[in-house]
């Protein structure tokens, strides 16, 4: 009974590892999507007036986060 429980444990666990990888993956191709939707809408504006958006990069952050996590060293 131990050895199953054990196992159950372990296949949950590498189950929760991959969701949590392709969560992060999806959140980084999601954060390069808004950059360039950024860009695109920002096509013909002064460069001197437009700051940078914030948010995409600290969402992309936030992604690679998640990706590392998944990690095992």
């Known amino acids: 009974m131990a050895r199953f429980v054990k196992s159950f444990l372990q296949s949950m666990l590498k189950l929760v590892n991959l969701v949590m990888g392709m969560v992060g993956l999806t959140m980084i191709l999601y954060g390069l999507w808004m950059m360039r939707v950024w860009q695109r809408d920002m ?22 986060g998640h990706c590392l996590s998944c990690v095992s060293f």
């Open 43 to 64: 096509d013909g504006f002064s460069s001197d007036d437009l700051k940078p958006p914030h948010f995409p990069w600290v969402y992309m952050d936030t992604a690679n």
